[in-house]
C-alpha cells in the first residue's frame, strides 16, 4: 500500500494562533511529504510496499532503520494532524474517554500534567502518547519517529515535539507549546474514535 500524503483535515489558519500557517506549511507540506516520498521508495526497495504502514512499520522495527523513520513519521503525522482541531482541546472529555482517564490516568488534571511532562522531558525529537496497551489507558514517551505500535500498544493520542512543529511559534518554548496543544487543540472526537477502535 503507497504512502500518500493526507489533506489536512482543516484550513492552513484553522488552529492559529496555537499553530500558525507557517507551522503548518512547514510541518505538512515539506516534512511529512519528505516521509512519504522517502518511506515509498525505501518500502519499494524492501519489497514491502503491498503491506499496510501499521505492518511497515512492525516489521521494519529493529531491521530497517531508514524505511522504519519514514513509515513510522508517516503513520505519527497521519493521525497527528487529526488529533487536532479548531477550537479543540480543553477537559469537556467524550463519556468513555473521560471515564477511561479517570480510572486508568488519575483523572484529567493528573491526564494532563503527566502528558505535558513525558512532552517536555522527552530529551531530543520524540512524541508524547496516550495509548491503549493491555486494555488500559497508559502515558508514553517515545524517541524520533518511534510509537507505541512497536511496544505492543495502540496510540489514541499523540503530540510531536520534534522542534519543526512548535519553533516557527514558540521558539524553544516546548512546555507552552504542550500547554496550547492540551488546552486548545486536541480533537477529543478523534482520541475517542482511536480508543473505541483500540479497545474494539
Partial sequence: MAFELPDLPYDYEALAPFMSRETLEYHHDKHHKAYVDNGNKLADEAGMSDLSVEEIVKKSYGTNQGLFNNAAQHY????????????GGGSSLPGKLASAVDSDLGGYDKFKADFASAGATQFG???????????????????????PLVHDATPILGVDVWEHSYYIDYRNARPKYLEAFIDNLINWDYVLECYEKATA
Wanted: charged share 25%.
Fill in 125 to 147: 525529537s520524540g512524541w508524547a502518547w496516550i495509548a491503549v496497551k493491555n486494555g488500559k489507558l497508559e502515558i508514553m514517551k517515545t524517541p524520533n519517529g518511534e510509537n
Fill in 76 to 87: 505519527n503525522h497521519v493521525h497527528f494532524w487529526k488529533w487536532m482541531k479548531k477550537g
